[in-house]
């Protein structure tokens, strides 16, 4: 009798496994590749506050960068369950350079590898995955800044749901291709939480363990976040992290010689328009403090839109203004940019349509306390005085630029 039962429950479980579908290869990826100069040399010079985690985007990117991803699922079980594998290349290069790809000015990298069981009726309707993805991200697109990122090279269960939430749990070791050393990672989301009929709560927590090297810690950091859609036509994104020792990265492993004494918090606020069919945009807003137990105190600011105007269905005048400012002992760093693009659009006037290949100005202005701090910190780079401008505090950039995603 209990081998005709086990007999009977292989059987029913073999039944469930088997494919009853085969799915074609899906090509998905991102480029964005251009060329420019500056008023100060015959190369074009990007414009970011040192000590500022981002910079604002329009016509003040120098570099040649592709994502180039595949994923196939390769078979559907009888129990609506998913089997995939996705895989990714980045590939990046200065302006001026050598398309290479590689050495100082570029790289080639495997940024994504990994296998999914996804929609799975035991976890009701969640995944499970293992490997190198990105997970979770989280990012404001005028300035590309990724505040909650919990990429990872590991495992885990996404999007399980119990009682209407949805829950998540992620064991990594590197955050990205760039982390140099291996370090234990805990991530912990929660979302689902309805606050009205279109705006949805979601929590996270982050563990980062102490790696028991010289002088290493462990540390954490947590999120809220609240997303509104249906927001003047777009949707509003307003999220607040708070982090210690190593969790000071909020959203990625910080380093992790500070201690318990090191804390970071920060605000964010962002929200995209489309008020109408030809008039959309994004508008951010930044605050970030870090407490550092050896003086290292500042607190950064960052404060830029992104209008959005179609004056066709093919041609978009897009503007962008941002501001960024860090207040540190050594003085407060100001840089504030702008940039205007007349676009040609021909998938559409929406402000998310791609491709646009844009022709640019952009002009931009710091003060001392910025060009000290990049003389220190960059060296070399445009707000320094061994830049592009010199002695100048300011300056200015020209050129074109496609910018393309798909899925």
């Not at 501001?323 to 021909?346: C, M, N, Y």
Request: include cysteine; hydrophobic fraction near 35%.
């Amino acid at each position: 009798m209990k081998k005709t039962t086990r007999l009977g429950l292989a059987v029913s479980l073999a039944s469930l496994a088997m494919p009853v579908a085969v799915h074609a290869l899906d090509f998905n990826g991102y480029v964005r590749s251009g060329v420019g100069e500056s008023s100060g040399s015959d190369s074009q010079a990007c414009f970011q506050l040192p000590g500022a985690p981002s910079k604002f985007r329009l016509g003040n990117e120098c570099e040649q960068y592709a994502e180039l991803g595949l994923r196939h699922d390769l078979v559907t079980m009888n129990d609506g369950s998913v089997f995939s594998i996705e895989g990714m290349a980045a590939l990046y290069n200065e302006y001026d350079h050598t398309p290479r790809f590689t050495g100082d000015h570029g790289f080639a990298r495997v940024v994504q590898a990994y296998a999914e069981w996804s929609k799975m009726p035991a976890l009701n309707g969640g995944s499970l995955w293992a490997g190198r993805r990105f997970y979770k991200r989280n990012d404001i697109h005028i300035s590309d800044f990724y505040y909650w990122n919990q990429s990872a090279t590991g495992a885990g269960i996404e999007d399980m749901e119990i009682g209407g939430l949805k829950y998540s749990y992620a064991f990594s070791r590197k955050d990205s291709v760039f982390q140099k050393e291996y370090i234990n990672r805990h991530d912990f989301n929660v979302g689902g939480f309805k606050s009205n009929p279109d705006g949805e709560l979601q929590f996270g927590v982050s563990y980062i363990d102490d790696p028991d090297q010289s002088d290493s810690n462990s540390g954490w950091a947590v999120t809220a976040q609240h997303q509104q859609v249906g927001f003047l036509g777009g949707s509003n994104t307003f999220a607040v992290q708070y982090g210690e020792g190593p969790g000071t990265g909020l959203g990625y492993t910080g380093d992790v010689t500070l201690g318990s004494s090191d804390k970071s918090w920060r605000v964010v606020e962002f929200f995209d328009w489309q008020v109408t069919p030809r008039f959309g945009g994004q508008f951010q807003a930044v605050y970030q403090k870090d407490k550092r137990q050896d003086g290292g105190d500042q607190d950064w600011i960052s404060v830029g839109v992104r209008p959005v105007y179609a004056l066709t269905d093919q041609f978009k005048l897009v503007a962008e203004v941002g501001h960024d400012q860090i207040d540190a002992p050594e003085g407060t760093r100001k840089l504030t940019k702008f940039t205007v693009a007349p676009t040609w659009s021909p998938a559409g006037p929406d402000f998310w349509s791609r491709p646009e290949v844009r022709l640019y100005y952009t002009y931009a202005q710091w003060n001392d306390a910025a060009q000290q701090a990049a003389n220190l910190m960059a060296a070399g780079s445009a707000l320094s005085e061994t830049g592009a401008f010199g002695n100048a505090q300011h300056g200015s950039n020209f050129g074109v630029q496609v910018e393309y995603w798909w899925d």
